[in-house]
């Protein structure tokens, strides 16, 4: 079983939530990626994205973009965010990896290479945003036959489009909360129950909400009606804040402390017992 499923799987059993925190990696470096993947992990993170960092976001905000050329001015690429899933892996991580990437990295390294590696570096899902589903046909067939799971954004202005995006979706349904790029907000869409019970009725697998999430309020608030929560912003500014810290041999464990303290709050027993 993709450890994703058996991840929703286990939380449903216990009538839990999903945290899904986002991670640009190479931010601030790669090696501090995988101290951050193991200190998300230890604060109760269930699932990872992985973000690939990119010159030209599409959904991306101000603070996963200043992320972003971080890591880039560090020359991650694609493959660095897969052998940092790997590396993680072989450190014990148990966490499912989803690989948040846009669509160019991946027709550069070429289909057939890019799910042989997604494969080998133990990846259980993607995300490609600028990859409409009207377009996705050729990858969601592989990632099937790669065990794969493509993991479908729909946001509240897709209206008809709604059924065909999700009737067909495996691992998780990712909604988009707030029309615009990413980024933390105090207020969101106003029809946003209405949206996600809609994407609820049509939805064969668990159902996930991100765009905007950045407190353990506002997560609270969006466990009592999703399966799970993406928090990436918010987590992404947070690393920003202790870079001073986690880049000093001798506080980086003080940097890595406010990581996983942010982190633990988000993941509130009580937030998530549903």
């Not at 996705?136 to 954004?153: F, Y």
């Not at 065909?164 to 909360?177: P, R």
């Not at 506080?251 to 998530?272: A, H, N, P, W």
Request: overall charge negative.
């Amino acid at each position: 079983m993709n450890r994703m499923d058996a991840t929703f799987e286990r939380l449903k059993q216990q009538n839990k939530t999903a945290l899904i925190p986002f991670l640009t990696v190479g931010d601030p470096s790669v090696e501090l990626t995988l101290d951050i993947i193991r200190e998300v992990e230890a604060a109760g993170a269930d699932i990872v994205e992985l973000g690939v960092p990119y010159s030209d976001p599409l959904a991306d905000g101000p603070v996963i973009q200043r992320a972003s050329q971080r890591a880039l001015k560090g020359h991650v690429t694609l493959r660095t965010c897969m052998e940092v899933a790997l590396e993680a892996r072989k450190a014990g991580s148990e966490l499912p990896f989803i690989l948040f990437t846009y669509y160019n990295p991946v027709l550069q390294m070429g289909l057939d290479l890019f799910f042989e590696e997604v494969i080998a570096h133990d990846i259980s899902g993607l995300i490609i945003p600028d990859l409409p589903i009207e377009e996705s046909t050729e990858i969601r067939r592989r990632a099937k036959d790669a065990g794969v799971h493509l993991i479908p954004l729909v946001a509240p202005t897709s209206h008809e489009r709604i059924v065909s995006i999700v009737s067909d979706a495996e691992g998780f349904i990712y909604c988009v909360s707030s029309l615009g790029v990413t980024g933390e907000r105090s207020d969101f869409y106003s029809g946003i129950n209405e949206f996600i019970e809609t994407v609820k009725q049509y939805s064969k697998v668990p159902v996930a909400i991100g765009f905007g999430i950045s407190n353990g309020e506002q997560v609270a608030r969006f466990s009592e009606i999703c399966d799970g929560v993406v928090v990436g912003s918010a987590i992404v500014r947070q690393i920003e804040s202790s870079i001073p810290l986690l880049e000093q041999e001798n506080t980086k464990q003080e940097g890595l402390l406010q990581i996983r303290d942010f982190v633990s709050q988000l993941k509130g027993i009580e937030v998530y017992e549903r």
